[in-house]
């Protein structure tokens, strides 16, 4: 999936004080995630309209997907969305980037591979026997993973994503399976112990606070 084009916002302020500005964004999808995209009698495409609140027009010949906002945070975010589900996601996993912190990465495996048997094999070392590779990634790290075409996609709280990015990468240069998964038991430890730090260095300020009030 490649950007075909990324246009400045119309600004008429001049002509006209009152008229919005209008953000566009336009790029390219595979043709067989029009489909995923727009939805049975378009029933996806509305409710991606109305969750993100912009407008999305689909060319179903060639793949491109043209998104309008008055406003260029929605606009961003409608696009980070649309590119996920153009990476193999389903439209209510990619609805998850509306999330506060959450983000989608996208790792490119022809960086890596050289040869379209080389990229296979790495493919497969990260989905693993039925699946269970990217299955425990997804766990250890609360991520959803989609392995489509030359792509592997993250979506998830960025910190964790940072995390799956970097089992993921360790597998594709050949790690052990069990050794990444040792790591991200390790890694998310680690996580689960600086949150509860947070929590409790918040508990005692509110405590600290509530004391002084009385």
Request: glycine share 6%; hydrophobic share 30%.
């Amino acid at each position: 999936m490649t950007d075909k084009m990324e246009t400045e916002p119309e600004n008429n302020s001049e002509e006209n004080p009152e008229e919005e500005k209008s953000f566009f964004y336009s790029f390219k999808i595979p043709l067989e995630r029009i489909p995923v995209l727009i939805g049975k009698e378009g029933s996806t495409k509305k409710e991606l309209e109305q969750a993100l609140k912009c407008k999305l027009d689909i060319n179903s010949r060639d793949g491109d997907v043209e998104i309008s906002s008055d406003d260029s945070v929605n606009l961003y975010t409608a696009k980070e969305v649309i590119k996920a589900i153009g990476r193999g996601f389903n439209p209510k996993i990619a609805l998850e980037l509306l999330k506060p912190d959450y983000a989608l990465e996208v790792i490119e495996l022809r960086k890596a591979a050289s040869t379209s048997k080389q990229m296979g094999r790495m493919k497969g070392r990260v989905i693993g026997e039925g699946g269970k590779a990217r299955r425990t990634i997804e766990q250890l790290t609360d991520t959803s993973i989609s392995v489509y075409g030359k792509t592997i996609s993250i979506i998830g709280e960025i910190s964790n994503v940072a995390t799956a990015r970097k089992a993921i990468e360790s597998l594709i240069l050949g790690s052990n399976h069990s050794t990444v998964y040792s790591w991200l038991e390790k890694q998310r430890k680690i996580a689960r112990s600086e949150e509860l730090k947070r929590q409790f260095r918040i508990g005692e300020y509110s405590s600290s606070d509530d004391f002084e009030k009385d």
